[in-house]
């Protein structure tokens, strides 16, 4: 890759990045532009996977909101993301959690890392 585009995606990132796995259940503080306003929402869930590198890196969260399952993707460097905060570690043997989609209730839980 060129220097001049290391050069730009490296002013791009984020000086502190939040060190969470897939498996983690995540608090996002996401910022929403509501006409002239803007405030912070928080999207409460567990990370299935996080793709990419470099300032395109992203992570996916999903959660359950009245009985549908909701996906939400963002990205790590984005200045719409306030900060991430880890609620509890999961215990997982896979970078990518597809299987959670299908299923619902006690079977979509991740066991947690003891430590």
Request: net charge positive; hydrophobic share 35%; proline share 3%.
């Amino acid at each position: 890759m060129s220097e001049i585009i290391k050069e730009i995606e490296a002013a791009q990132l984020k000086a502190e990045v939040p060190a969470f796995n897939v498996g983690d259940t995540v608090k996002v503080y996401g910022k929403i532009k509501e006409g002239n306003r803007e405030r912070i929402q928080v999207f409460e869930g567990t990370v299935l996977k996080i793709q990419g590198g470099s300032n395109r890196q992203t992570f996916t969260v999903r959660k359950f909101s009245n009985g549908v399952g909701v996906e939400k993707t963002w990205p790590i460097h984005s200045p719409n993301v306030e900060k991430v905060e880890i609620v509890r570690e999961g215990k997982v043997r896979r970078a990518k959690l597809n299987y959670l989609r299908d299923r619902v209730g006690k079977k979509a839980k991740v066991k947690e890392k003891i430590r």
